[in-house]
């Protein structure tokens, strides 16, 4: 029996887990999916936004390979820390794969960016999806402005949300207390921002067209931003959904959208702003961030942009940064701090430019921060390949008899598959007392105490 290690149950883990059970070549395979939380399914659990249900609903197809009776779902176990790390785990696993994502967020680097109510995009998705690192966060929702910067699909994510009335997101999973406080909100504006033009904004135009479909909202483009793109004019040349976005964008510029209900004026306004750069963050320690400094940028020829000398400000008490993820270094493995990824070689790692064996990587730890949730497919199956050449190799390695002990010696405390099943079921009653559909358990307390009650 060749037991391996899969360290994360995001798309990548969970699709490496699906690659090794379902192939015929080496049939012995047990898989071990170790998650730090006590929960499953990674950024779709804890990235996708709750009124995203279509993409949410990914969740099934994990939820049956972790069924697979050849997988084992392990939450709460700290893998890829010191005490348990490569070298750890491969006294207990004959494989260790990590799949652990990018978990930081990438810095802006200028004056005011850790002042109060300057907050990462990723902290606040977190927030809203019930993260339990998340749960005592407080966000200033006390705002009438907000900036988000950056021009992705998690800025339009938090963008929407922050427009989006709580009676709309209260058929959705989201904790009780993020909904509170949404409800709470007082931001009128906001402010989605790019430093470089329209065409190389990295939305989809899925999520784009979304925002112009929000009830008592209005979307602000400026024609004279969107004219500074020299694919603008004629976007023939682009591929398709950067045409389609440019499409969107000149639709509203040209006929700007507002929901406001018949005869009433919208509630709030999302302004999308190109051709601007942050250069400093405005505010004190003691009232917190009130602008964010941006100049004027222009394209340069090249493909980037430059910048003019020109300012602007504009006036945001909470102000989100979505600027990109970056991966952080794992207890015993080899990192690349230019590329935030682990160097490896068609998934194996390398360490010193020689193969580490038996320890492997998937996913953005070892691509980089980059693609959508089904570019993990081809990618965990690449790093499965190699395994299995592997396998006879490491099969040789004498491991713990039973790993979920070891695990339990090393000082961890695994919650199985049973206990994820006593979370979700526990969220559920929670929804019904709350009379809505399920509701996400937001602390650690909870979901253990929850995952406990059976184990």
Known sequence: MLRVAVIGSGPSGVYTAQSLVEQE????????????LPCPYGLVRYGVAPDHEKIKSLQGNLRTVLEHPRVH???????????????ELREIFHAVVFCVGAATDRHLGIPGEDLPGSHSATEFVAWYSAHPDAAAAHFALGARSAVVIGVGNVAVDVARILARGAAELAGTDMPQGALGALADSHVEDVWMVGRRGPSQAKFTTKELRELGSLPGTEVLVRPEELALDPAYADPGGLPAVARRN??????????????GSAGAAPLRRIHLRFFLRPVEMAGDAATGVRAVRFER??????????????????????????????????????????HGTVPHRAGRVLRDGDVFPGVYVAGWIKRGPSGVIGTNRPCAKETAASLLEDAAVLARRATADDPVAALREAGQSPVPWSGWLAIESAEAEWGRRLGRGTVKLPDWERLLEAAHAVV
Do not use: C, M
Request: hydrophobic share 40%.
């Open 25 to 36: 070549a080496v049939p012995d395979i047990e898989v071990y999916v170790l998650d730090r």
């Open 73 to 87: 779902f392990l939450g709460n176990v700290e893998a890829g820390t010191p005490g348990l790390g490569a070298a």
């Open 246 to 259: 440019i499409e969107v964008l000149r639709g509203w510029a040209e006929h700007p959208v507002a929901k």
């Open 297 to 338: 940028t222009a394209p340069d020829g090249r493909g980037g942009v430059t910048g003019t000398g020109e300012y602007e400000d504009l006036a945001g008490q909470l102000v989100l940064r979505s600027v990109g993820y970056r991966g952080t270094p794992q207890a015993g493995l080899p990192f690349d701090e230019a």
